[in-house]
């Protein structure tokens, strides 16, 4: 593998206007002061870095839930899933995705099926590592409906930083599992809804790679 191949990765179409905002501002930054300049530099890069979208190996066993997002899992918890989602007011098993600006921000299918319900709602900015932001924040929720016929919500939520969430698909759309469906701006986080008697395999803390780290599997 050549170098370049390893450290500059592919930057997702949504991130050219502010990498191009940020360069312009970089020149005219030169022209006040050099140091000024530099910084700017390493401004523009962390947003190319930003809006990277590298390959993901997505896992194909059948069953497989995979995480929607880069970041740690900063809870596991039992909740209701927002109202607007439709879904039954029962308590289901929660798993939370927190992303930091330093993360990858390209939000992936934790499974494979057709989207049955988009649901946005405005909202909040809370810091997104905040258990209430799941109730208070800006948010858009996607309704999988399984091959079994079983729901599985992913639910995109806005941060601290974060202003806008991008939403890639539609309801009636088919997803493979790990296919791109959307994007937050700037810091934010992911609540996977698990299906009924759905146990995670993951833990508070650890390490998530979209589209490749397994938080459970169907039937488990």
Not at 5 to 19: Q, S
Not at 67 to 93: F, K, N, Q, R, Y
Request: hydrophobic share 45%.
């Amino acid at each position: 593998m050549k170098m370049h191949e390893t450290f500059i990765k592919p930057m997702h179409p949504e991130g050219r206007r502010f990498v191009a905002i940020f360069a312009a501002v970089t020149l005219v930054l030169f022209l006040v002061w050099d140091v000024l300049g530099w910084i700017g530099v390493g401004l523009t890069v962390w947003c190319y870095y930003f809006f990277r979208d590298p390959e993901r190996v997505t896992p194909e066993r059948p069953g497989l839930i995979v995480s929607p997002a880069d970041g740690m899992v900063s809870l596991i918890e039992s909740a209701v899933p927002p109202a607007e989602l439709g879904l039954p007011d029962t308590p289901l098993t929660r798993v939370s995705v927190f992303m930091s600006v330093f993360n990858c921000h390209v939000n992936r299918a934790p499974v494979a099926g057709r989207v049955v319900r988009v649901a946005y709602r405005p909202g909040k900015f809370l810091n997104a590592s905040l258990d209430k932001a799941s109730d208070d924040n800006e948010r858009n929720g996607v309704v999988i409906e399984m091959e079994d016929g079983r729901p599985l919500a992913v639910v995109q939520i806005a941060g601290l930083v974060a202003r806008r969430i991008i939403c890639f698909v539609a309801g009636g759309a088919v997803l493979a599992r790990g296919e791109r469906f959307g994007l937050i701006r700037f810091g934010s986080r992911l609540d996977v809804y698990l299906p009924e008697g759905v146990v995670p395999q993951v833990r508070v803390g650890q390490t998530m790679v979209a589209g490749e780290t397994v938080i459970a599997e169907l039937g488990r």
